[in-house]
């Protein structure tokens, strides 16, 4: 068996193509937007080179694209899509049905602003405000934490039977162009068995589906729900383990960077972790006791591992690279809550930092630590640039 990888230069959507054709999917359902379209255009050159095994569809819409979707995988095979923005807010209402049918989708979406006004810069709001359709929420920094995120998104899902989003911000992950070690399919195929649902559509099977029921029974169906997530996030971590075993890569649930004898930690996700890696550096250097806290699975909220990698820590700042309007950062206002009660939890101070894709360098970052520091915790976020 070989198993042995090879490094290729690719992009962020591209690094996604490549964990969709090792996650052999039957079923690909895509409709093109940008930023996400070199994701179906890679698919289809590998489908036209005879690389790729699966059904690849292009509805005339992604409302349509998750329609397709949804009975694909109660069919009982394995499936994968991507879209972004305006794409995944035409999802909404089926983003709700794939999750309470129970239908392990993984699909790809690039982090992107959402209208209107136009824009196409990096934003978190379109996937955050899905995060109570169901979803299992993971966001990423880099094409190699993409690719390999894809798969491990897999292994979750179909555990639980819970739909995953692996998000990956515009351009400066979806564009970015790097070195990324693609593994092999001999060692894939060892990590991520075979689909194999015990209900499936199947007409020498008869069963139920999608029928109206009462409602104690949709009480008990969202009671199964919870607890299939309550799941996620120490399969998530065993998934993540079983993964660097393999490939030496682990990228956790909860990363700390620098943060033993830390008094301020900075806490954000996706592409400005690294930008927050490089701040924490200088401040380290300045003297100041700061460490960062990325947050790689945002749904289900890891409570019990962000309160642990909090610990002892005097004020926490979040960055936020979403606007919630009169809620202010959505980050910031899930870990108030996840905090709240804990025995010598942190100040929470929160930044709306990137939003829209503004560019936050990290002499901002530092700036917006010192600045945030000299005032008293707020529950609301603070505009910072």
């Not at 139920?208 to 799941?231: C, K, L, T």
Request: hydrophobic share 45%.
């Amino acid at each position: 068996m070989n198993t042995e990888a090879r490094t290729l230069l690719l992009t962020g959507n591209h690094a996604v193509a490549w964990a969709a054709r090792l996650a052999r999917p039957k079923v690909v359902p895509v409709y093109p937007i940008t930023p996400q379209t070199p994701v179906l255009e890679k698919i289809t050159e590998f489908q036209a080179a005879g690389e790729f095994d699966a059904e690849v569809l292009t509805p005339e819409s992604e409302h349509s694209v998750m329609s397709a979707c949804i009975p694909a995988s109660l069919a009982g095979v394995r499936v994968f899509t991507a879209t972004a923005s305006q794409g995944l807010l035409l999802m909404h209402e089926l983003l709700h049905y794939a999750a309470g049918a129970r239908a392990p989708i993984v699909m790809a979406n690039v982090n992107r602003t959402v209208a209107s006004p136009w824009a196409f810069w990096p934003d978190h709001t379109d996937s955050l405000a899905q995060r109570d359709t169901g979803w299992i929420q993971y966001y990423v920094e880099s094409p190699q934490e993409a690719l390999d995120t894809v798969l491990q998104a897999y292994r979750v899902a179909e555990e639980v039977l819970v739909p995953a989003m692996v998000n990956l911000d515009a351009f400066y992950v979806s564009h970015s162009l790097e070195p990324v070690s693609v593994p092999s399919q001999a060692l894939v195929d060892a990590y991520l068995p075979p689909f194999s649902p015990a209900h499936r559509l199947d007409t020498a099977s008869p069963e139920s589906w999608g029928n109206v029921i009462s409602q104690d029974m949709f009480y008990r169906h969202r009671q199964a729900i919870e607890d299939s997530m309550a799941r996620v996030p120490e399969l998530a971590a065993q998934a993540d383990r079983a993964w660097a075993e393999r490939t030496g890569r682990s990228h956790g649930v909860v990363e700390r960077y620098r943060c033993d004898g830390a008094q301020t930690v900075i806490v954000t996700m996706g592409s400005m972790a690294g930008t927050v890696r490089d701040a924490v550096d200088a401040m380290r250097e300045d003297g100041q006791a700061v460490g960062l806290v990325k947050l790689r699975l945002f749904r289900p909220l890891p409570m019990q591992a962000l309160r642990a990698a909090l610990a002892g820590v005097r004020n926490v700042v979040v960055l936020d690279r979403n606007h919630s309007p009169g809620a202010g950062g959505i980050l910031h206002q899930e870990l108030r809550a996840a905090l709240y009660g804990m025995e010598g939890a942190p100040r929470i101070h929160g930044c709306l930092a990137g939003v829209g894709g503004v560019n936050v360098p990290p002499e901002h970052v530092a700036r917006f630590v010192g600045e945030v520091l000299q005032t008293e915790p707020q529950p609301e976020s603070h505009w910072v640039r």
